[in-house]
């Protein structure tokens, strides 16, 4: 775990460029360095084997130093360029980070150089038995053609084996492939040898044996790029953020606008889970518990500038780790690097322009990255802000604003706060504006994410793609005149979220109605696409709620929290029936979800008992999660300022 996901980004782009072909090119090229220097001392009466590991040594180095520059220069501008947000102090970092693998390199060349270089030498010194030259060149070259067959033989079975690497299995075919690399690599040098009467021999044998190990590394190449050999069938996982989407604005969870032919058919071929809670009503704690299964108390991201520890471990790192090919494509904003997302190896923001939409822009780039990069398994993290304030849709797509033409509201560039001065003055027809721009939005996102499905669909692992849409909150409209135009309340407009999954192994149509948390979301992933789980979650598998007939969950509620500066703490607990709300200690709303869907009517206000059990859960839940946070926040250092150009982002959502 990297201690910035900037730097982390740089390590495994550096990993990518550093990959066993080109390790095996330099352990080639530093080889034959030795051995070139073995051969020189064999010339001598008496050979030096200090002599012969010390220009090993030194022209190994050599010959891996440029690809270790090669290594630093891609990885620096493979991110800093998409990413220009980054402080200066982490181009420092990301220097010293960078350092490792390019000195691993370099000091790989020189030992592979210097043992190539002296141990024929050595055991020419010491045993007599190496008559020539090229009986010196032969062993070295055939013991580094030896180790370089197993180690990529070895990478190979360990990738494809199903088994762990320490599996009795995989340890039997390890052992066989190393034993099968020894043979081949001492049959291949006993051959040259017998060969070996022309007096340019020493020439021919090393350039043989260079041949032959570029050959063997052009295999191994060709099968990392294009994929030979069996392939890993592993499920891939296509990840759909799209912020502010609220469940009951999409024609699959009942609303009475064509917003999403789309996604109602991506519902209809999967599942959908009908209560599904986010466990913030903002972007950025929201998505953090979306993508590390804890809810903001735990993972302590709860403020605007807020960052992620690296102790926390996040689903792109955990399934990075596991083999799978990892990429985010985002709307910028609280979706940054800056905030901590680590485990990505290719993370691009792409902000809101006048030019270009922002969710077309993201697809585009996604379905790209599709194209060109992935390979399965893969990790494809996708999110808009299309659907957040300011509510402005294309012609095309603004279906629904008609009937509300005669509002003067002026809806294109209103973000939060300028809803907020209108609070109190919003006509009927102003909201039914409101609303129907909102639609509209949504239905240019259904269209716009249409290429993104088609692509999934058209890939050749498309069948075992496992699609997943969900979103980090919702909006408050005229649902509670009582509140702006905004998302920081708890109420179900808010925090009652679509989660819809389709994929390989779900049924079609299932309709889920237990209450579920959107931090069920990730051991639920990790659980369907069969990778352990490394460490605790306060989210639960959901997995025994695919089957075709619903069982029971362990838990049957869901919470949700609000946490800002100098106010008390917002907290909410829901279950199929009751809606419990504390907005401070002793001050408690309560609705009937099953009678008051829209939580019109609050119990408590009129004068009723808020049930025993449901209230101790909301404090049992509270005080642990009180605990936590304070736990997080004591000690911390203070967060840095937010840069100028991703403020300016932020205030263009209305954050600022």
């Known amino acids: 775990m990297s201690g910035h996901p900037a730097l982390d980004a740089f390590r495994h782009l550096s990993a990518e460029v550093l990959g066993e072909p080109q390790i095996g090119m330099v352990v080639v090229a530093a080889a034959l360095c030795g051995a070139w220097a073995a051969r020189d001392e064999f010339a001598r009466p008496s050979p030096r084997p200090l002599v012969a590991g010390l220009r090993g040594l030194l022209e190994g180095s050599a010959v891996a130093a440029p690809l270790a520059l090669v290594t630093v220069t891609f990885a620096w501008i493979a991110v800093v360029l998409p990413n220009r947000y980054l402080e200066l102090s982490l181009h420092y970092l990301a220097a010293r980070e960078l350092l490792d693998p390019a000195l691993t390199v370099v000091v790989l060349g020189a030992a592979v150089g210097a043992a190539a270089g002296t141990l024929p030498a050595a055991a020419r010194a010491f045993s007599g038995r190496l008559a020539s030259p090229r009986d010196a060149a032969t062993l070295s070259l055939a013991v580094l053609l030896w180790l370089l067959l197993a ?244 012609a095309r797509d603004d279906l629904f604003s008609g009937p509300f033409s005669a509002s003067p509201l ?115 992933l990790l659980d369907l696409l069969g990778v352990p789980a490394p460490t605790a979650y306060d989210g639960e598998s959901m997995r025994p709620l695919l089957a075709a007939v619903s069982r029971p969950q362990s838990r049957a509620t869901a919470f949700s929290e609000q946490i800002r500066r100098d106010e008390p703490r917002y907290v909410s607990l829901r279950d199929p029936r009751w809606k419990l709300l504390q907005r401070r200690p002793g001050l408690y709303e309560l609705y009937d979800l099953v009678a008051d869907p829209e939580e019109r009517h609050d119990l408590v206000g009129a004068g009723a008992d808020v049930p025993p059990g449901l209230l101790a859960e909301l404090l049992r839940w509270d005080r642990r999660a009180r605990a936590q946070l304070a736990k997080n926040l004591a000690g911390r250092e203070a967060p840095g300022e937010l840069d100028e150009s991703l403020a300016r982002e932020l205030r263009a959502l209305g954050y600022l």
């Not at 999967?270 to 735990?298: D, E, I, K």
């Open 151 to 394: 180690a990529i033989g070895g990478f190979w079975l360990n990738r494809l084996e199903p088994h762990s690497a320490l599996h009795p299995v995989s340890l039997l075919l390890d052992a066989l492939w190393l034993l099968a690399a020894g043979m081949g690599a001492w049959l291949f040098a006993r051959r040259l040898r017998e060969a070996s009467g022309s007096r340019f021999m020493s020439r021919r044998l090393v350039g043989a044996s260079a041949l032959a190990a570029w050959a063997l590394l052009g295999v191994g190449l060709s099968v990392r790029t294009f994929g030979g050999g069996r392939d890993d069938d592993r499920p891939n996982l296509v990840l759909v953020s799209i912020d502010t989407l609220r469940a009951d604005r999409l024609g699959c969870y009942g609303h009475d606008r064509p917003t999403s032919p789309n996604l109602d058919r991506l519902a209809t071929g999967g599942v959908r889970f009908s209560a599904a809670t986010a466990q913030a009503p903002w972007t950025l704690p929201s998505h953090v518990s979306l993508l590390t299964g804890l809810y903001p108390s735990t993972h302590g991201v709860v403020f605007g500038t807020d960052r992620l520890v690296p102790r926390v471990t996040t689903l792109a790192e955990i399934l990075r780790d596991s083999g799978y090919r990892t990429a985010a494509f985002t709307g910028g904003g609280y979706l940054n690097l800056r905030f901590g997302y680590q485990g990505w190896e290719r993370f691009i923001a792409r902000p809101h322009s006048k030019e270009r939409r922002n969710v077309e822009k993201v697809v585009d780039a996604a379905v790209d990255w599709l194209a060109t990069e992935a390979r399965p398994p893969f990790f494809l993290f996708v999110h808009t802000y299309q659907v957040h304030a300011p509510f402005d849709p294309p």
């Open 410 to 524: 002026k809806t294109a560039g209103m973000t939060a706060p300028d809803f907020a001065q209108l609070h109190g003055r919003l006509t009927d027809l102003d909201y039914g504006l409101i609303e129907a721009k909102y639609d509209g939005e949504i239905h240019y996102t259904d269209r716009a994410l249409a290429p993104l499905l088609s692509a999934i669909s058209g890939m050749d692992s498309g069948s075992r793609t496992l699609v997943v849409v969900t979103s980090d909150h919702g909006e408050n409209f005229s649902d509670h005149r009582d509140f702006p135009v905004d998302h920081r309340e708890l109420y179900e407009a808010v925090v009652h979220v679509p989660l819809i999954l389709a994929g390989p192994g779900l049924p079609a149509g299932l309709v889920v109605d237990d209450a579920v948390e959107v931090v069920d979301l990730m051991p639920t």
